[in-house]
């Protein structure tokens, strides 16, 4: 029986969830004239398209080999 407490509570918690089913968007499809290696795209389309935030977007960028054309100079 009190196995029964702990687990049905966990059950439903373990139903919720904040993120909906669907498959997330990719940038492509988020962000229209979307190009990948163009530094301040990607992470436009990062910020906006995966909820990322400045710092892990440009390392993700850079990652992808996105390039910044002011410090190609």
């Not at 009190?2 to 918690?13: K, R, W």
């Not at 530094?39 to 996105?66: N, P, W, Y």
């Amino acid at each position: 029986m009190q196995i029964l407490v702990v687990l049905i509570p966990l059950a439903i918690l373990g139903a919720c969830s904040r993120e909906s089913d669907t498959a997330a968007a990719t940038p492509a499809q988020c962000m229209a004239g979307y190009n990948e290696k163009l530094f301040d795209q990607c992470i436009a389309a990062c910020i906006k398209c995966e909820h990322g935030v400045m710092t892990t977007c440009a390392t993700a960028c850079r990652l992808r080999g996105a390039r910044d054309p002011d410090k190609a100079k």
